[in-house]
Nanobody, 124 residues
């Protein structure tokens, strides 16, 4: 079954660091962009960072200079290194895979995938 598995969330103090990982199942044979989004309680889901298949990155202003997104195409995995964390970074972080192509058993299909979310809590 096609899926994304996230790991690496947790609780840290302000100024600390976390590294999030998101691995796509190996039966997803090609992927366009991969990214991280977050959702704090009572707020809408917002973009954190994205990376294309060619390695072009894009960051939200509120994480620029602190977070780094990267991907390993051979492992179908995207990472988010979050440094200098602030209490306002507290949220559930979701990874997203855009235009993932997978074999259905009778052919190929393409759709977006979302991870289950991982909690990041930053205390002051």
């Amino acid at each position: 079954q096609e899926q994304l598995v996230e790991s690496g969330g947790g609780s840290v103090q302000a100024g600390g660091s976390l590294r999030l990982s998101c691995a796509a199942s190996r039966n997803i044979v090609s992927i366009s962009a991969m990214g991280w989004y977050r959702q704090a309680p009572g707020k809408q889901r917002e973009l954190v960072a994205t990376v294309t298949s060619g390695g072009v990155t894009n960051y939200a202003d509120y994480v620029k200079g602190r977070f780094t997104i990267s991907r390993d195409n051979a492992k179908n995995t995207v990472y988010l290194q979050a440094n200098s964390l602030k209490p306002e970074d507290t949220a559930v972080y979701f990874c997203k895979l855009e235009s993932g192509t997978y074999y259905t058993g009778s052919g190929y299909a393409t759709r977006d995938f979302w991870g289950q979310g991982t909690q990041v809590t930053v205390s002051s």
